[in-house]
C-alpha cells in the first residue's frame, strides 16, 4: 500500500519561514494537498492540488510538489500556526495521510 | 455556509456496533462525495472510505472492508457510518469529510469537516 512519511515535528521562530516535507514514491505524479488540525479541533483544508490555496487561508501558506516530495511553507509564521499538520494524497481510489507534523513555534 | 453536523458521543462495548451520523446543510447534498476519517487518541488522521450520496455507491479502505457500511438518506440530506464488531481500538473520533468535488466526481480531498464524533469502546 503506498505511504507517505512526514517527519514528527518541525520548530520555527516567530516571522521566520517553516517548511514542512511529505514523502511518497513518485508523489510528484500525483496531486498532494495539506490539512492543519489545531488541538481539539478538526482539520481545515489549507492547500490543495499542490499549490492552490481554498478562500480564507493566508497567502503565507503555499505549497509545491515534485519528484518525491511535497512541501508546505508557512512565510512569516505567526504563534497562531502551531498545530499538527498533515499531507495526503490518493492512490488506487484510496486517501493515504502521512503520519503528521507537529509545528512549534517558539 | 457548508455545515456537516454530526451526532453526539458514543459508549461502546467490545463486540458491539456504532452508527455515527453526518447532516449536511448549505450545499447540493448529492453533488459532493462524503468521507469518513478516524483519529485515535494522540494518534494521526485514518482514511475509512467514501460514499456517492448521489446514488450510494461505496469504496472502503481495505482495513476496514467487511467491518463499515456507509449509507446515505438523501430526504434528510444525511450520511451515515456503520462500524462493526468494535474493539478497543476502534476508540477514536470520527469524521465526516466533505470531498471538494471535481468534474462531478471525487477529488479525494477533504474541503469541510464535520466537528468529529468520539466512540468510546469500553467494557
Known amino acids: 500500500s503506498y505511504e507517505l512519511t512526514q517527519p514528527p515535528s518541525v520548530s520555527v521562530s516567530p516571522g521566520q519561514t517553516a517548511s514542512i516535507t511529505c514523502s511518497g514514491d513518485k508523489l510528484g505524479d500525483k496531486y498532494a494537498c495539506w490539512y492543519q488540525q489545531k488541538p481539539g479541533q478538526s482539520p481545515v483544508l489549507v492547500i490543495y492540488?499542490?499549490?492552490k490555496r481554498p478562500s480564507g487561508i493566508p497567502e503565507r501558506f503555499s505549497g509545491s510538489n515534485s519528484g518525491n516530495t511535497a512541501t508546505l511553507t508557512i512565510s512569516g509564521t505567526q504563534a497562531m500556526d502551531e498545530a499538527d499538520y498533515y499531507c495526503?494524497?490518493?492512490?488506487?481510489?484510496?486517501?493515504?495521510f502521512g503520519g503528521g507534523t507537529k509545528l512549534t513555534v517558539l | 455556509q457548508v455545515q456537516l453536523v454530526q451526532s453526539g458521543a458514543e459508549v461502546k462495548k467490545p463486540g458491539a456496533s456504532v452508527k455515527v451520523s453526518c447532516k449536511a446543510s448549505?450545499?447540493?447534498?448529492?453533488?459532493?462525495?462524503m468521507h469518513w476519517v478516524r483519529q485515535a487518541p494522540g494518534q494521526g488522521l485514518e482514511w475509512m472510505g467514501i460514499i456517492n450520496p448521489s446514488g450510494g455507491s461505496t469504496s472502503y479502505a481495505q482495513k476496514f472492508q467487511g467491518r463499515v457500511t456507509m449509507t446515505r438518506d438523501t430526504s434528510t440530506r444525511t450520511v451515515y457510518m456503520e462500524l462493526s464488531s468494535l474493539r478497543s481500538e476502534d476508540t477514536a473520533v470520527y469524521y465526516c469529510?466533505?470531498?471538494?468535488?471535481?468534474?462531478?466526481?471525487?477529488?479525494?480531498?477533504?474541503?469541510?469537516w464535520g466537528q468529529g464524533t468520539l466512540v468510546t469502546v469500553s467494557s
Open positions: 448549505g450545499y447540493t447534498f448529492t453533488s459532493y462525495f
Open positions: 495526503q494524497a490518493w492512490d488506487s481510489n484510496t486517501v493515504v
Open positions: 492540488q499542490d499549490t
Open positions: 469529510g466533505r470531498d471538494r468535488g471535481c468534474s462531478g466526481g471525487s477529488c479525494y480531498e477533504l474541503d469541510q
